[in-house]
Every structure is written in structure tokens, then in C-alpha cells.
């Protein structure tokens, strides 16, 4: 029977595919080693550079008492007002320093600082992935003027791959959302002048605290 549309057409050649299948004409593509360059530096270091690289402010502590210290002290030069955050862990921490630190759902809009954990740390992208199972949610991840994250070494992964690995094993259900955050906020799609905080935070923090201990 001669084929009368287009549809037709294109369907008897997909059945024809199907049926008439040809070998691989490539068998032995290693699909398995990574196409990267092994990484050499530890992955707090890797982080860090990456992380650099894409305008990130990193802040390694060596504790929780290092990180009050040296939040403290960035809070201070920085003159950081309407600090927010929602996370009842990262309260509890930040009870010990000298900053106000509101998580009233009234003042949500008026924040200027967000304060957030993350699932992962990939090292060798220096990107943080986030996710909507945390108890932050999407929103902390994108209104604040400034972002600043808390993670811990135990959190830091080589490459996407062993994050969403690890992701998958961490909650029962996957998250609704899984992003990952590559630096501040930033276009150039207007007249190719870059404009940092287009679509989310200006500046990105990360305080790393060392938990191998």
C-alpha cells in the first residue's frame, strides 16, 4: 500500500529502522573512564580555585568556632543588615555570633542576606548543587542580594556525577529540583555587557567548615 502523508512516510521508515538493524559500527568506545584530567589537589583546594575562578568569595574554616570568627569579622567589613535564614541547624549556629539574624517569614522580602546549606560541593566545577528537599527551599537560593552558603568537607564530591550519585541515595523520593549554582548571578545578553545579578544574588559566599576531624 502506497503511503498517503507525510506522517505515513515517516512512519514506515522508523518501523524499517527498527526492523533492519545495523551493528555498531563503534564497539569499542570506552564509555566508562572519565574524560577528565585527574585531579591532583585535595578537593577543598580544587573547590576553592574553581570556585575563585567564577567570582565566589571561599572562606575555609578549620571549626564551627573559626567560622563565627570569620563571619563575624566579614559581616562586620561588609556592613551585612536584614540577615535571613530559615534552617533550624544553621540558627542554632549562628545564635553565637554577633549578627541579627531574622527568620521571620514577615521580613522575607526585606532581606539582603540569605543564609543557606547546600547537598554538595563538586570540586572540580567549584559549584554548589542545591536541591528543593532542603529545608530552604527554591526561593533562598535566588531572592537575596547576596548568598552565602555553609558546607562542610564532608559535603565535597570530585565531579556531578558522584553528587547526583549520592543524591539519589540520600532521600527516598529524588527532589522536584536539583540545580547546581556556578558563582553569582550574572548576563551579558543585553548589548554584551555583563551585568551581575540579573536573575539571582549579586555575590556568593561559601564558608567551608572542616567536620574530618
Request: charged fraction near 25%.
Amino acid at each position: 500500500m502506497k503511503e498517503s502523508t507525510a506522517k505515513e512516510k515517516v512512519l514506515k521508515q522508523i518501523r524499517d529502522a527498527l526492523i533492519d538493524k545495523s551493528d555498531n559500527p563503534f564497539p569499542d568506545i570506552d564509555f566508562e573512564t572519565s574524560v577528565y584530567n585527574e585531579i591532583t589537589e585535595s578537593l577543598d583546594i580544587t573547590f576553592a580555585e574553581a570556585f575563585n575562578a567564577v567570582s565566589g568569595n571561599f572562606i575555609y574554616c578549620m571549626d564551627n568556632n573559626d567560622f563565627i570568627d570569620n563571619f563575624n569579622q566579614i559581616s562586620e567589613n561588609n556592613k551585612w543588615a536584614n540577615i535571613f535564614c530559615i534552617d533550624t541547624d544553621l540558627l542554632k549556629l549562628l545564635s553565637n555570633t554577633k549578627s541579627t539574624v531574622s527568620s521571620d517569614e514577615n521580613k522575607f522580602l526585606n532581606q539582603n542576606i540569605g543564609i543557606t546549606k547546600c547537598e554538595f560541593l563538586i570540586a572540580r566545577l567549584g559549584s554548589i548543587m542545591v536541591s528543593s528537599k532542603q529545608m530552604s527551599g527554591r526561593r533562598m537560593n535566588v531572592y537575596p542580594e547576596t548568598h552565602v552558603i555553609v558546607a562542610y568537607t564532608s559535603q565535597l564530591v570530585e565531579d556531578l556525577k558522584h553528587a547526583l550519585k549520592l543524591i539519589r541515595v540520600k532521600y527516598d523520593t529524588m527532589p522536584s529540583m536539583i540545580s547546581l549554582i556556578t558563582g553569582p548571578s550574572r548576563t551579558a545578553d543585553i548589548e554584551k555587557t555583563l551585568v551581575m545579578g540579573a536573575h539571582g544574588p549579586k555575590e556568593l559566599y561559601v564558608f567551608l567548615i572542616d567536620d574530618s576531624i
